[in-house]
Structures are given as C-alpha cells and as structure tokens.
C-alpha cells in the first residue's frame, strides 16, 4: 500500500530550473522561473492541501492531499499518537496553471491520478486501492491584500572541493478560492498563495 508523508506547505515549495548553459568542464550556470499556486484546508475533521507549480525546465508538478479523521493516542501513556481515518492523496503532471501579471487570479486546470485508503497509525493497518482513479479537476483563486517582493541569496563552499552560490527573486501574494474534483467533491480553501519566482545558479566544483 503506497503511502504519503504529509508535509505542511511553507510559502514558496519550489523553484524551477532551465537547462544548464556550461561554462567550463566542471562549472555550470543555470537560471529559470516558476509560476506556483496553492491552497489548503482544515476543520475540527480533517485537513488538506492542493499544490501546482510550472517548471521552466521540468514541466509542470501537482500534489493533492486530504485526510478526514482524527490523531488519537495509541497508548494508556498518551505519549504516542496515530492517525485514523481516511485519506485522499494523489499526483498530477497533466494541468494547466493561467495567472495574470499583477497576480490578481490564477486558475488551474487538468487531471490528477488519486488514490484513497483507510488508516489506522495505531494498529498499522491500512486498506485500499493500489490502482489510482484519475479525476479531471479545476481550482480558482483571487489574490488578497498586497503582493510581497522577495529577494535572498546563499551560498555553499567547500574549498578546494566545491563553491556553489545562487539568487531568487518574485512576488507572492495571499489567496483565497477552491478546487472542484468532480466525484471527490469540492473543498474552499481557508488560505492560499500565487507567486512567481525567477532564480539563478553557479556551481564549480
């Protein structure tokens, strides 16, 4: 039974990368852009997240989670807690991401392979299918308040060995709307985000 780690988002997941113009044997410069869009849920019942990224040089990547139960302790000592319930997870490289300049509105739209399961942490048992279903979806999202400007750099250096310094930079701006997934239903979203991101690389090792 395939599983998923569930990791919350945190602002910008990813940045995209376009194919390496070499500059020497061992030394590559590299720059891209990204276009993102995400979304998440949360209830007294359950959570989830919608996240779509377009890659300049690796296409377009989706992920789709959502978990309906509850985290109860899976002792007397209450010291360790399992989830039970059910959850909905799946991957996309089949959509289309559309988002206005001023990142005002974006909308996404394609299909997604899902698989569902039953879990019980506690017992370490868990149903379902190892086929996927794949469901067309759509997803619509307005941009809230003011958009951000971001700009940050860094660097890794082993001398002698390895040097590698890289720059990014965009906007990203808060976001509210939903996502429709036909038979899965549709969930509002209580936050999101739209953003666009522009970065570059050097290595030389």
Not at 63 to 88: A, I, K, M, N
Request: aromatic content about 12%.
């Amino acid at each position: 039974m395939r599983k998923l780690a569930v990791i919350p988002m945190a602002g910008l997941l990813v940045l995209a990368i376009s194919a390496p113009a070499l500059a020497g044997p061992n030394v590559s410069n590299s720059s891209g852009s990204a276009t993102v869009v995400n979304g998440e849920w949360y209830s007294d019942g359950g959570s989830g997240y919608a996240y779509f990224a377009t890659d300049s040089m690796y296409g377009v990547w989706g992920e789709f989670l959502e978990e309906s139960g509850e985290w109860v302790p899976c002792d007397e000592s209450g010291e360790f807690y399992g989830f039970v319930g059910s959850r909905t997870f799946g991957w996309s490289g089949d959509f289309a991401i559309d988002v206005d300049s001023r990142l005002d509105h974006a909308t996404v739209s394609g299909t997604i392979d899902v698989f569902t399961e039953t879990v019980n942490d506690c017992t370490g048992e868990y149903g379902g299918s190892d086929e996927p279903v794949t469901v067309a979806f759509s997803a619509e999202l307005d941009g809230v308040g003011d958009a951000v400007r971001f700009r940050n750099s860094g660097s890794y250096k082993l001398p002698g060995e390895f040097n590698s310094h890289g720059s990014q930079s965009g906007r990203e701006r808060p976001a509210t709307g939903s996502i429709d997934l036909g038979e899965l239903g549709t969930q509002t979203f209580d936050s999101g985000v739209l953003a666009s991101i522009s970065w570059r690389d050097h290595t030389n090792n």
